[in-house]
């Protein structure tokens, strides 16, 4: 038997415990189905907390864990449930309340178990420093404080799921079903797994997070003289906007130019105009049913291929697969 633990605390997503715990149990249940019901269960499931006491959900429901999370001798694999957070000071602080578990993460990792980790819940498995130097995801819009927090982790977005070293790291919101559903199938096989994701509807062909990651439009720093650059820049998308256009109107050389944009948007100009256009891209493709030569004249691409190659780039999809996917106007 598989011994599956998912750790809870105060302030948790109701369904970053819940949900897992249902799909470990039907996965249980396929298997009594598959064996005639001669066959003990695959996995033991318990929830663990820091101190054995009940928690309370974000939603207010109260679930009383199995045990204390240093009772836990060992686990084929350990689920951070996810933070429900208001703020990022709230977040962080969240994170800090659960340096308390530390060396029991540690330990568990030591003795062979696999630790699992989405959405906010990376920012914890983050902070133990087990993933620096490691490959790992986390939500697409927590990308910047998750860099700055912890520069040392090889942080991709381009994946829903991503494995080094028995840490498993998944994207945001329902990303837990596509990683419970690895788990599965690592401890498992294949064929479980496969079994588990029809019954649940798991889209297991959903590899990457980059189709639903929206550009912030939002400025979001407070050099003034950058910010009225960035609102110039997304008034003017269908006109061929030149790096040097940019610097002109701030002023600057566009050494300088390029050295200050960076420091206020934490990229270059070049591609902050790149990802702004193909943002403006999908809202066409979102919501019109213009020719896709035309949405590419309307953000100022002149070379079809080169937006497609970017476009795909970006999100992981065609501009036509995108509209069939996303499109309000069909």
């Not at 989405?118 to 998750?146: I, K, M």
């Not at 891209?281 to 049913?289: F, G, I, M, Q, V």
Request: charged share 20%; hydrophobic share 40%; net charge positive.
């Amino acid at each position: 038997m598989k011994k599956i633990a998912i750790l809870i605390a105060d302030d948790c997503l109701a369904t970053s415990i819940t949900g897992p715990q249902d799909l470990f149990s039907v996965a249980n249940n396929i298997w009594q189905y598959v064996e005639k019901n001669n066959a003990e269960n695959l996995f033991d499931i318990q929830l663990v907390s820091h101190d054995g006491k009940a928690i309370a959900t974000s939603s207010g429901i109260v679930i009383q864990p199995h045990k204390k999370l240093a009772d836990l001798d060992y686990v084929d694999f350990l689920l951070i449930a996810a933070y429900h957070y208001d703020s990022e000071t709230a977040l962080m602080k969240f994170v800090e309340q659960q340096r308390v578990n530390h060396s029991d993460i540690h330990r568990l990792l030591q003795s062979g178990a696999m630790i699992g980790a989405y959405c906010s819940a990376t920012f914890v498995l983050a902070d133990t420093g087990l993933l620096n130097h490691q490959l790992a995801v986390t939500s697409w819009w927590l990308e910047r404080l998750f860099l700055k927090q912890y520069p040392l982790v090889s942080l991709t977005l381009d994946k829903l799921v991503v494995e080094s070293n028995r840490l498993w790291t998944a994207g945001a919101t329902s990303s837990y079903l596509n990683l419970c559903t690895k788990i599965v199938e690592k401890l498992c096989g294949q064929q479980l797994s496969n079994q588990l994701s029809k019954v649940m509807l798991v889209n297991s062909n959903r590899l990457s997070q980059l189709p639903y990651m929206q550009f912030p439009l939002a400025i979001q720093h407070q050099d003034m003289v950058i910010a009225k650059c960035q609102e110039w820049i997304q008034s003017n998308l269908s006109i061929n906007v030149s790096l040097e256009d940019m610097a002109n109107k701030c002023a600057m050389s566009k050494r300088n130019f390029i050295r200050r944009f960076k420091k206020a948007v934490g990229e270059t100009p070049a591609f902050y105009l790149q990802k702004l256009r193909i943002e403006a891209a999908k809202r066409y493709l979102e919501s019109t049913n213009l020719k896709l030569e035309q949405i590419i004249e309307k953000v100022g691409y002149e070379d079809s291929s080169a937006f497609r190659r970017v476009f795909q780039k970006q999100t992981s999809l065609t501009p036509t697969g995108y509209r069939n996917k996303f499109s309000l106007a069909q």
